[in-house]
């Protein structure tokens, strides 16, 4: 008799939940950004520079989350998480000092963003197999969500309450729901009695059976491919983390009219939702490896059609089809990993990669920049990013997943 209600389900929902108020949360600190600069006239090197340590911890901490949630599991690790962002930001509200900034920012909140992704779908793969692209794409339309909805939130909050209130009351919330969200949290069905996917354990079955054939991580580490996801997703975060900073200042120089100029940005955070959830229905029928190599044909199209734009319409054709890509990348990452390597260490090798990405996620921005200082125009940048894109491609396309349980160098 099948199960009328897998507990799966729980596990996306409350993914879906965690991933919006986290990356919503992120997204608000261009909102308050002018406010701390009013109230205390730091430069905007000052203010920028706790962001970037928040996302550096973000990085070095998906590493270690993600391996002890290989061991531990989700719950523990989501709940301490979920207090440090909510706390950070409650915190916040009584800001006084730099060094006060980038403490419970820098450390404290960006302690909080560490495990968004790396803990939130490296436990959906574990319960999902036939539906674990579609799954992660659900979750990962949390994230749209979250930077559609918070940001207005918190200018709204703001314009009431101040910026000081505003910090408080969305520190409470996001620590209500995360630590809330946290307690659903199962590292696998097995405990449960069940396999990925709903199916029911049969008495006489072995219940390792559910588990896929895994690589430790130390052996994983040893293969061509788990350096060449690295490559490429070290290419994506250059790639897209550049886009999301920069092509608001491009428009701009195009001669959009502001509010048109962040209407692209927005298109680029709606098309995004779409792309995650198509990603993940398609990767679950052609598998991750092609699935990322669609995504990146779809980038690399974007870019060079962005060597040309010079009018609105343009632009905004590119947010289209970038947006799409954007999305996807996000939702075909983390099945692509259990596609290779298992789920027996997939948190370690997933927060591993999400470190490299952080990486090219923090060069990407500021060479593009440096870029445009010494030259005048994103002109040679864009062409920087295609060839970056093209790397991600061509890493990808020549892996091959293992055969016959190889783990060497292939």
Request: aromatic letters at 14%.
């Amino acid at each position: 008799m099948k199960t009328r209600y897998f507990y799966g389900y729980n596990i996306v929902s409350a993914s879906f939940i965690i991933q919006a108020i986290s990356i919503g949360a992120i997204f608000t600190y261009g909102v308050f950004f002018k406010e701390m600069q009013q109230a205390f006239g730091w430069s905007r090197t000052l203010i920028s520079g706790a962001s970037s340590l928040a996302f550096f911890v973000m990085g070095t901490g998906a590493i270690i989350t993600g391996t002890l949630n290989d061991k531990i599991g989700p719950r523990i690790i989501l709940t301490i998480s979920g207090i440090s962002l909510g706390l950070g930001y409650m915190i916040m509200s009584q800001l006084q000092t730099p060094w006060q900034l980038y403490l419970v920012y820098g450390l404290f909140v960006g302690i909080g963003f560490s495990t968004h992704d790396v803990i939130t779908l490296s436990t959906i793969v574990r319960w999902f197999v036939k539906y674990r692209g579609r799954m992660s794409g659900i979750a990962k339309v949390g994230t749209g969500a979250g930077q559609f909805l918070v940001p207005l939130i918190a200018t709204m909050l703001i314009s009431n309450f101040g910026w000081r209130h505003a910090y408080l009351i969305i520190g409470g919330v996001a620590l209500i729901f995360l630590v809330v969200c946290a307690q659903v949290m199962k590292r696998d069905p097995q405990k449960m009695g069940l396999l990925p996917d709903g199916k029911k354990v049969n008495r006489l079955q072995n219940i390792s059976v559910a588990e896929e054939n895994n690589l430790s991580f130390k052996k994983a580490v040893q293969t061509i491919q788990f350096w060449g996801i690295c490559i490429s997703e070290f290419a994506i975060f250059f790639c897209l983390f550049t886009i999301i900073i920069h092509i608001v200042p491009h428009a701009l120089d195009q001669g959009l009219k502001p509010a048109i100029a962040a209407s692209v940005l927005s298109t680029i955070g709606g098309i995004s939702m779409l792309g995650r959830i198509v990603m993940g229905y398609i990767n679950d029928r052609i598998g991750g490896k092609h699935s990322l190599m669609t995504c990146f044909i779809i980038l690399i199209s974007s870019f060079i059609w962005l060597q040309w734009t010079n009018t609105a319409w343009m632009l905004f054709v590119f947010a289209v089809v970038y947006g799409f890509a954007h999305g996807g990348f996000f939702t075909v990452m983390s099945p692509m990993i259990a596609e290779f390597f298992g789920t027996g260490s997939h948190g370690q090798l997933f927060g591993f990669v999400l470190f490299f990405g952080t990486i090219g996620g923090t060069i990407g921005p500021v060479l593009t920049g440096y870029i445009f200082d010494i030259s005048g125009s994103y002109q040679v940048a864009f062409i920087f990013l295609t060839a970056f894109a093209t790397m991600g491609f061509i890493s990808i396309m020549l892996l091959h997943p293992f055969k016959n349980g190889s783990q060497h160098f292939s």
